[in-house]
Nanobody, 118 residues
Framework: EVQLVESGGGLVQPGGSLRLSCAASGFTFGSYDMSWVRQAPGKGPEWVSVINSGGGSTDYADSVKGRFTISRDNAKNTLYLRMNSLKPEDTAVYYC???????????WGQGTQVTVSS
């Protein structure tokens, strides 16, 4: 079965950094565009970043541009998100998803909690 398992979340101070990972299995990872999507407490999902299937093209939400970097290792079936200069408003559950995570055909993981607080 399709599995997307996020890891790397935790509690960090404002200005700190984290690297999230998403381990994929059960589908042809290298054939899919992949995204990170987050959901803050009491709010709806917010698309964060996308990377194309080959890893050569990326895009970011304005709120994270210049601070976050998405990457992937297709040989390891793994997606990454490096988050720098973290802000309290980055606090959310972070999910990896196929595509942009915006259609009923997209797969989502269970998420990993990121909390930015002093």
């Amino acid at each position: 079965e399709v599995q997307l398992v996020e890891s790397g979340g935790g509690l960090v101070q404002p200005g700190g950094s984290l690297r999230l990972s998403c381990a994929a299995s059960g589908f042809t990872f290298g054939s899919y565009d992949m995204s990170w999507v987050r959901q803050a407490p009491g709010k709806g999902p917010e698309w964060v970043s996308v990377i194309n299937s080959g890893g050569g093209s990326t895009d970011y939400a304005d709120s994270v541009k210049g601070r976050f970097t998405i990457s992937r290792d297709n040989a390891k079936n793994t997606l990454y998100l490096r988050m720098n200069s973290l802000k309290p408003e980055d606090t959310a559950v972070y999910y990896c998803a196929t595509g942009r995570g915006s259609t009923p055909d997209d797969y989502w993981g269970q998420g990993t909690q990121v909390t930015v607080s002093s």
